[in-house]
């Protein structure tokens, strides 16, 4: 039955209205589009263009039809026809497909690598991609949501001289600070206090951010310098009782002494001298034997 026109004329047609024929799963939908040429004499020729549009749970194919979409864990195998509706696959191992879909290939399932601090949280499935998480002494820089990580990276080390303010988590690196004045810190995990040396030890090395005073002993050193002012006297009383010294002048006393010390190092220079130069010729005649 020929449409009846509307009262405005040809530019008055609805451009909503749309007719739609289908068969099984396969449909065709035409909403009807109206376009005008006009020509010099006033008549005007109208063309009806059909265009696709298809339905939510629906993909459109590449020959312009409209088929059913293919459910979680499955896709298109063969588009839908006239008689059929469309054919669906499930996906294979180590695929998978997370959405109803037209598609005719599954998405790989994500692999977790541990040589980058990743680790295979929960299994990939057909409808689930892999779910990755970091290792111990990683944090995810690479977050997917709130259970999966993409990227992962190696916890910060703090240096000598720093301290641990913040460990790190499997969501956030490392917090270091420097330590304060009178601490120090070789392996930048904690920050000690400088030692303080007793009143029988005396300060041979300064402290710094990396290392701690260095005290020792100061009894060696008394012990000597008494040793020695023991054994002077000892030796000035001696000579006295004797009538070395007669006059009991202190300086002579002081200059035989220095006098016999001296003596005595000459002699130990000689007696190594003499030493070293046995070893050599020693050496040398035994190089001079060899064939």
Same mark, same amino acid.
């Given at each position: 039955?020929?449409?009846t026109?509307?009262?405005?004329?040809?530019q008055?047609?609805?451009?909503?209205?749309?007719?739609?024929?289908?068969?099984?799963s396969?449909r065709?939908?035409?909403?009807r589009?109206?376009?005008?040429?006009?020509?010099?004499?006033?008549?005007?020729?109208?063309?009806?263009?059909?265009?696709?549009?298809c339905q939510?749970?629906e993909?459109k194919?590449?020959?312009?039809?409209?088929?059913?979409? $293919?459910?979680? %864990?499955?896709?298109?195998?063969?588009?839908? #026809?006239?008689? !059929?509706? @469309?054919? /669906?696959?499930? +996906?294979?191992?180590?695929?998978f497909?997370?959405?109803?879909?037209?598609?005719?290939?599954?998405?790989?399932?994500?692999a977790?690598?541990t040589?980058?601090?990743?680790?295979?949280?929960?299994?990939?499935?057909?409808?689930?991609?892999?779910?990755?998480?970091?290792?111990n002494?990683?944090?995810?820089?690479?977050?997917?949501?709130?259970?999966?990580?993409?990227?992962a990276?190696?916890?910060s080390? $703090?240096?000598? %001289?720093?301290?641990?303010?913040?460990p790190? #988590?499997?969501? !956030?690196? @490392?917090? /270091?600070?420097? +330590?304060?004045?009178?601490?120090?810190?070789?392996?930048?995990?904690?920050?000690?206090?400088?030692?303080?040396?007793?009143?029988s030890?005396?300060?041979?090395?300064?402290?710094?951010?990396?290392?701690?005073?260095?005290?020792?002993?100061?009894?060696?050193h008394?012990?000597?310098?008494?040793?020695?002012?023991?054994?002077?006297?000892?030796?000035?009383?001696?000579?006295?009782?004797?009538?070395?010294?007669?006059?009991?002048?202190?300086?002579a006393?002081?200059?035989?002494l220095?006098?016999?010390?001296?003596?005595?190092?000459?002699?130990?220079?000689q007696?190594?001298?003499k030493?070293?130069?046995?070893?050599?010729?020693r050496?040398?005649?035994?190089?001079?034997?060899?064939p």
């Open positions: 039955m020929p449409e026109p509307h009262p405005g004329g040809a008055g047609a609805s451009l909503s209205d749309a007719r739609t024929t289908s068969a099984g396969f065709f939908v035409y909403p589009i109206l376009i005008f040429l006009c020509f010099p004499v006033g008549y005007a020729a109208v063309f009806m263009v059909p265009v696709l549009s939510p749970k993909y194919t590449n020959g312009g039809q409209c088929c059913p979409t $293919c459910n979680k %864990g499955r896709v298109v195998q063969r588009d839908c #026809t006239a008689f !059929s509706g @469309t054919q /669906c696959r499930s +996906c294979e191992m180590g695929t497909m997370n959405q109803p879909n037209g598609l005719y290939n599954c998405f790989p399932c994500t977790c690598d040589g980058h601090g990743l680790f295979v949280k929960q299994n990939c499935t057909a409808t689930t991609d892999t779910v990755c998480d970091v290792l002494g990683y944090y995810c820089k690479g977050l997917i949501d709130s259970n999966g990580c993409s990227l990276e190696k916890h080390q $703090c240096e000598a %001289g720093q301290r641990i303010k913040e790190g #988590t499997s969501r !956030s690196d @490392t917090v /270091c600070e420097d +330590c304060q004045p009178g601490f120090f810190s070789k392996d930048g995990v904690n920050c000690t206090g400088w030692k303080t040396c007793s009143e030890q005396i300060k041979v090395e300064e402290g710094n951010s990396t290392s701690d005073v260095v005290c020792r002993s100061a009894s060696r008394r012990y000597f310098f008494i040793s020695s002012v023991v054994l002077f006297l000892i030796i000035v009383i001696c000579l006295v009782t004797t009538g070395f010294v007669k006059d009991g002048s202190l300086y006393v002081a200059d035989e220095e006098h016999t010390s001296a003596a005595a190092h000459e002699a130990d220079l007696h190594k001298k030493g070293e130069k046995q070893l050599f010729d050496g040398r005649a035994t190089r001079g034997q060899r």
